[in-house]
């Protein structure tokens, strides 16, 4: 892995002048419309969005965009590949054409606008550019759809998801905001490159049937907003295969050297002890994970403004009862761990986050940690958008992987900070979600980007049968991936042979393909790392029996196949040679899944 790098590209640049202004996609399915403030957008013919506004609601001053009239438009076309650091596929491709369009208001004080428009074959992108800051209020963006079109609405980045109709959608709701229309075409409206304004929140205005409107959360001041998108798919699946769309719109890394940053999976501790720590270390060596995490309390109360964040202090309240599982010497553990060649992850709240990043994060590199997770994070205005985005960026000044949890949901950060590797904004399994929940968040959460689901495996508390948990290791992204989420590692059967998934599945990709599924129904996503392949299924609370055509192996394999077995936490491991065009038949229990692994 090494610097995202341009590896083909091609630029051609021509000017116009009209009162209206028209482009199409690489492939010429999607088309772009602009006639003074308001524009539309076509997909294979059908209308994707209607005659909807554009502008921005200035603090202080009239609004910027009813009385707008096209001007010159300078057309670009753009054709490259790049290398992530790390991602769901090897190479991103990165084809468009854009344009700049100038937009001049009729009547005084005739101020100007800009509209940058990329029309790719995965989606429409737009964002507002002014010739210098101003305060601005709101936006007054807005979607009109077409009759009939359905969207999977949540509010909170941790809560459950809705399917309503658009005229039903509830105000701020979060963003992805998958669609589904009426002719069977699907899209999602999402946000891209926010670094330095407030976050977007979609909400549907009184008496406007199918329009969707941007409400900030908060006011801005910006000469740039972040982009507003929209992701298109012929099918469900077409929107998770190509969310690299948001990567695209972010600016490459800012890191020059990434040797150190290295995906993995991560078991939490959850004693807080050296001994317990020490034989957590041991089962991540035995069961090929690469981290564990010290969560909330190895430096005192998480919540209390008082807890120091430079030390360690067991909060009270989380010492176990058992003697031997009480002290925690961090410098130790740390030296044992790298021993061993496990990494070591430090939670870190908020509160003694905001006093103390600039003491903690060089004092961790010093102590040899090799992340920092963020918790509670303060979200949405763009003060603390900056700050959280900056807080990334020092971090990676002193070579420490982050993951940030909470209400924080990326918008492609990680493209320009590869040391942010996953972040929470998810419904996870700490949450114990049901199987239908957990269909619907690859096709809405996950476009967004990767996300920390916090896998669990041994507690009763699961609503969902253990082959259910193990396709979630595949089917869910996440470069640093949670495991066995609430165990220690004495509440693991070592001796389960299904665990070998757990041991083999990789947390980053070469290759992402969506073979089936529709959100709240099922989903099947195969991936591939280097010559292997893995398979992941879930399905909802109805057993039901799929399909899964071989058609991406190259050749002869063997495959190891997880299924659901007798008892929901019963795992049935079979192994079969297949080949190329092969299609397996497999039976799933309600609220069951499967796995396969392809050698």
């Known amino acids: 892995m090494g610097l995202a790098r341009f590896l083909l590209a091609a630029c051609l640049v021509s000017v116009c002048q009209a009162q209206s202004f028209e482009m199409t996609s690489p492939d010429g399915r999607l088309s772009f419309r602009i006639e003074g ?56 491709p990165d084809h468009y054409e854009e344009a700049v369009v ?142 690299y769309l948001l990567l695209n719109l972010c600016p490459p890394s800012r890191i020059a050297d990434l040797s150190w940053i290295r995906p993995g999976k991560v078991l939490r501790e959850v004693t807080l002890s050296t001994k317990g720590a020490r034989e957590a270390v041991d089962f991540a060596v035995r069961r090929g994970l690469g981290y564990i995490e010290f969560d909330a309390g190895w430096y005192g109360h998480e919540y209390s403004d008082e807890s120091d964040a430079s030390r360690v202090q067991v909060d009270p309240l989380r010492l176990r009862k058992e003697p031997e599982y009480q002290g925690l010497d961090l410098p130790a553990v740390i030296a044992y761990a790298r021993s061993r060649q496990i990494g070591v992850l430090l939670y870190v709240n908020r509160r003694a986050m905001e006093r103390q990043l600039d003491q903690i994060l060089p004092l961790y590199e010093k102590w040899g940690v090799s992340g920092v997770k963020y918790g509670f994070v303060n979200t949405g205005s763009q003060g603390w958008t900056r700050w959280l985005y900056d807080a990334v960026g020092k971090a990676a000044a002193h070579h420490l992987m982050v993951d940030i949890h909470d209400e924080f949901r990326p918008t492609g950060m990680s493209r320009t900070w590869p040391n942010l590797l996953t972040q929470e904004g998810i419904r996870g399994n700490e949450e114990f979600p049901d199987a239908t929940h957990n269909t619907v968040l690859p096709f809405t959460r996950y476009l967004a980007g990767a996300a920390d689901y916090t896998i669990c495996w041994s507690t009763p508390r699961l609503k969902n049968s253990a082959a259910h948990q193990m396709a979630l290791s595949i089917v869910y992204y996440s470069p640093f991936q949670f495991m066995y989420w609430y165990d220690r590692p004495s509440d693991v059967d070592e001796t389960n042979p299904a665990l070998a998934l757990f041991d083999h599945v990789p947390t980053v990709w070469d290759e992402t393909r969506v073979l089936d599924g529709r959100p709240g129904e099922s989903v099947i996503v195969a991936r591939r790392s280097g010559r292997r392949w893995f398979v992941g299924g879930l399905t909802n609370e109805e057993a039901r029996t799929v399909t899964v055509p071989l058609t991406f192996l190259p050749g002869p394999a063997t495959a190891i196949i997880y299924t659901d077995g007798a008892a929901a936490r019963q795992v049935k491991v079979e192994r079969r040679p297949v080949n190329r065009g092969d299609v397996l038949e497999l039976k799933l229990a309600a609220s069951g899944g499967f796995a396969l692994e392809l050698q």
């Open 37 to 92: 403030n308001k524009y539309r957008v076509q997909y294979g013919g059908q209308p994707l969005v209607l005659d909807s506004v554009i502008g921005l609601i200035l603090d202080g001053a009239a609004p910027l965009g009813p009385f707008l009239r096209v001007g010159t438009a300078t057309h670009t076309t753009h054709s490259s590949q790049w290398k992530p650091v790390y991602g769901e596929r090897a190479l991103i």
């Open 102 to 243: 100038e937009l001049q208001e009729t009547i005084p004080p005739r101020r100007s606008l800009q509209l940058i428009v990329r029309a790719y074959d995965e989606g429409l992108a737009f964002r507002y550019r002014l010739p210098q800051a101003v305060a601005i209020e709101n936006e007054a963006t807005e979607f009109a759809l077409p009759p009939g079109t359905l969207a999977w609405e949540t509010h909170g980045a941790q809560s459950r998801y809705a399917k309503v109709p658009v005229d039903e959608l509830k105000p701020n709701a979060e963003r992805p905001l998958t669609l589904e229309y009426a002719n069977g075409v699907y899209a999602a409206i999402a946000e891209a490159a926010l670094s330095d304004y407030s976050s977007m929140r979609l909400s549907h205005p009184a008496k406007r049937p199918g329009v969707v409107t941007v409400s900030l959360a908060g006011g801005a001041r910006a000469a740039e907003t972040p982009w507003r998108v929209f992701l298109v798919g012929q099918k469900p699946g077409d929107l998770l295969e190509r969310n």
